[in-house]
Nanobody, 118 residues
Framework: QVQLVESGGGLVQAGGSLRLSCSVS????????MAWYRQAPGKQREFVAS???????NYADFVKGRFNVARLFAKNTLNLQMNDLKPEDTGAYYC????????????WGRGTQVTVFS
């Protein structure tokens, strides 16, 4: 019954910014790691950024210095602030939650589209 819903995607010019949000049903306390992945048409889904419930964040090399991930526990929300967007950032962005307690397992949202034009 865990549900993850992404929002905030859209069309943006290269160099611009977007903030993605992932709303999660229930508490996030049991989610050891939450992450963002993305997938461009014809490409494999790739890791973008992750953050643990202790606020330890990791980023893919291609987004370091441009993207920031944060967890808002009070709102059961995972955010991804994307700055200096590039056309190669275009793709469907997916929220992932890995629970080690409660509903143990890995859960995915249905994605939100980000399109960056030059």
């Amino acid at each position: 019954q865990v549900q993850l819903v992404e929002s905030g995607g859209g069309l943006v010019q290269a160099g611009g910014s977007l903030r993605l949000s992932c709303s999660v049903s229930g508490t996030l306390i049991g989610a050891k790691t939450m992450a963002w992945y993305r997938q461009a048409p014809g490409k494999q889904r790739e890791f973008v950024a992750s953050i643990t419930n202790s606020a330890s964040a990791n980023y893919a090399d291609f987004v370091k210095g441009r993207f920031n991930v944060a967890r808002l526990f009070a709102k059961n929300t995972l955010n991804l602030q994307m700055n200096d967007l590039k056309p190669e950032d275009t793709g469907a962005y997916y929220c992932q939650a890995q629970f080690i307690a409660g509903p143990v397992g890995t859960y995915w949202g249905r994605g939100t589209q980000v399109t960056v034009f030059s």
